[in-house]
């Protein structure tokens, strides 16, 4: 089994890489940490970054996990490549732009793009933002994946992840104590559908929501409450159609918690109310 132990970023192509990295800092409110070889590097907490964009196809999206040694790593890469899926070990020089000491990639069977990282860096400063958005961490992604159930078993099976709770049949899934790092969608087609930053507190969800209005920034979801978290949220698009979230008070699970199955239906994603969007949760239908 792949022992994961740190979800680290998201590398994101962008078809403006300047109003991207405008928005990310002046709405997001996350810190430019800087910017080298086409790459712009962003945080929103005291890890080296959580977003790395570079001008390119706004559906080219990579998550970068970590593993805590070598020899997981290379145990890794064996693992990956015996299930018959292209592996690719990172060069010293592409180890340095992912900011950590080494890595392999791989495209899992939806086609998403996964790095697996060893000994990525910390940050010697403080996250120091441009916009006081209540950012305290970068916590969890919705994952494109073809064949839910399929992804699901992957994830579980060749990994360390558990399934905390189903939406339809979305597992939200974690391999810590945090209710889920992956909420997996099914979809025609892989990448990241969604990523989320915690803030420290409901007054952040709702201060970002009118944030969000006066400078028109179109509103995806919320603000709400998860059923299946219990978080409260905002989801909201940015460049490239890309959806982001604040959410605060995520459920912490552990060993003893059982997942639960929610029915998809709007109050299974929002417990106050809201109407949201459930077409990205599909019919239900496995096959979708
Ligand atoms: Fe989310």
Same mark, same amino acid.
């Given at each position: ?127 120091? =933002? ?59 087609? =892989? ?47 940015? =460049? ?18 059982? =997942? ?29």
């Amino acid at each position: 089994m792949i022992n994961v132990t740190g979800f680290r970023y998201c590398r994101l192509g962008t078809a403006d890489l300047e109003e991207t990295v405008k928005f990310a800092t002046e709405i997001i409110g996350l810190e430019l940490v800087g910017q080298e070889n086409g790459f712009a590097y962003l945080r929103g907490d005291d890890r080296d970054h959580n977003i790395v964009y570079f001008q390119g196809d706004p559906n080219d999206h990579t998550v970068g996990l970590a593993l805590d040694t070598f020899e997981e790593l290379d145990a890794a890469e064996s693992t990956l490549k015996e299930l018959g899926l292209t592996v690719h070990r990172g060069s010293e020089e592409e180890a340095a732009a992912r900011r950590c000491m080494g890595y392999i990639n791989f495209k899992d069977n939806s086609g998403n793009s996964i790095d697996l990282t060893v000994r990525p860096f910390a940050a010697g400063r403080r996250y120091f =933002p441009s916009r006081d958005a209540g950012i305290t961490e970068f916590s969890h992604i919705g994952l494109r994946v073809t064949n839910p159930r399929e992804a699901e078993k992957f994830w579980s099976q060749v990994f360390n992840f558990k399934t905390s709770d189903w939406i339809g049949w979305s597992a939200l899934m974690t391999f810590d104590e945090v209710h889920h790092r992956y909420a997996l969608f099914p979809s025609d087609r =892989p990448g990241i559908q969604h990523i989320n930053f915690q803030v420290a507190e409901t007054d952040d969800v709702m201060k970002s929501n009118y944030f969000m209005q006066d400078r028109q920034v179109r509103i995806q979801a919320g603000p709400g409450r998860h059923a299946l978290s219990g978080a409260r949220f905002l989801y909201y698009y940015g =460049p490239d159609e890309m959806i982001y979230e604040y959410s605060c008070g995520v459920r912490m699970v552990d060993d003893s918690w059982r =997942p639960r199955q929610f029915p998809i239906e709007d109050a299974s994603f929002c417990a106050w109310g809201s109407r949201p969007d459930l077409t990205i949760l599909g019919s239900g239908d496995a096959a979708d």
